[in-house]
């Protein structure tokens, strides 16, 4: 379904902001469900957010309230936009083609860092 490319990442002192993108290449973005995890260190991958091909979103409950997603089809890009960071929220984060993870068929790219210091 394309490859991913993540960027945004870096460090922030808890309480900052942050914004991730992730930029797919795939000809027809505007039909997938996107969603963005993360994976902090010796804990599994978790799911963060989800944005629906009709614009519907979903989120993990650490995360309600604080992060934000969304997506520009023209660009073939979603965001995560990430507000109140705490040292919790430290993790690499990726994105991914929703439906691809809950098959088991996803292919991972290399994530963007985000680090929170307390």
């Known amino acids: 379904q394309g490859q991913l490319v993540e960027s945004g990442g870096g460090l922030v002192q808890a309480g900052g902001s942050l914004r991730v993108s992730c930029r797919a290449s795939?000809?027809?973005?505007?039909?997938?469900?996107m969603g963005w995890y993360r994976q902090a260190p010796g804990k599994q991958r978790e799911l963060v957010a989800v944005?629906?091909?009709?614009?519907?979103?979903d989120y993990g409950d650490s995360v309600k309230g604080r992060f934000t997603i969304s997506r520009d089809n023209a660009k073939n890009t979603v965001y995560l936009q990430m507000n109140s960071l705490q040292p919790g929220d430290t993790a690499v984060y990726y994105c991914?083609?929703?439906?691809?993870?809950?098959?088991?068929?996803?292919?991972w790219g290399r994530g963007t860092q985000v680090t929170v210091s307390s």
């Open positions: 991914n083609f929703y439906n691809t993870v809950l098959t088991g068929t996803a292919t």
């Open positions: 944005i629906f091909s009709g614009g519907h979103t």
């Open positions: 795939t000809r027809i973005f505007s039909g997938f469900a």
